[in-house]
């Protein structure tokens, strides 16, 4: 039974999988590294004015809310192309244009932006206005969303194909 919650699969290239997941093995890696500076900070004395003991705190924290984001991100994640389809898709490379000038065209990724560094394409998240709006759109269909600033826009579906990596 589908509870409605589900996220859209995150497309990640081979290349992109294998950066997270040699970022998220470093991460664990240095959880001990982590640990012994939050002791030694802690024996220095009162902890309530320990910089030193707080800082290792905040930076612990930091790192072990990264390494649950990665550890889901990579299970949940879909390796390679997204597969061919008839709509606009995460995981697809979409040209729009804007209003009704077919001169004023963008080209981007519509998927996660942990694939941003091995693509020079500009990546949106399907979660993004501009993402929600041309989901399940077709080439030629006409979206309309509010960007941040509270304009809205009208963009035009040029065309979308699989990212190849």
Request: aromatic content about 6%; glycine content about 10%.
């Amino acid at each position: 039974m589908s509870t409605g919650n589900e996220a859209p699969a995150t497309w990640l290239s081979q290349d992109a999988f294998d950066r997270l997941q040699g970022e998220l093995d470093e991460l664990i890696a240095n959880r001990p590294v982590i640990a012994a500076e939050i002791n030694a900070r802690r024996e220095e004395g009162d902890l309530r004015e320990n910089g030193g003991y707080h800082a290792a705190r905040e930076e612990q924290g930091k790192a072990e809310g990264r390494i649950l984001y990665l550890k889901e991100l990579l299970r949940t994640a879909k390796v390679g192309g997204a597969q061919a389809a008839d709509v606009v898709s995460p995981g697809m490379v979409v040209t729009i244009y804007f209003d009704d000038d077919k001169d004023d065209t963008e080209t981007f990724l519509l998927g996660s932006r942990e694939i941003a560094s091995t693509t020079d394409l500009t990546v949106y998240s399907p979660e993004s206005a501009l993402g929600q709006a041309i989901l399940g759109g077709r080439a030629g269909q006409t979206c309309t969303y509010t960007a941040p600033s509270g304009a809205d826009i009208k963009v035009t579906v040029v065309s979308f194909e699989p990212f190849s990596g």
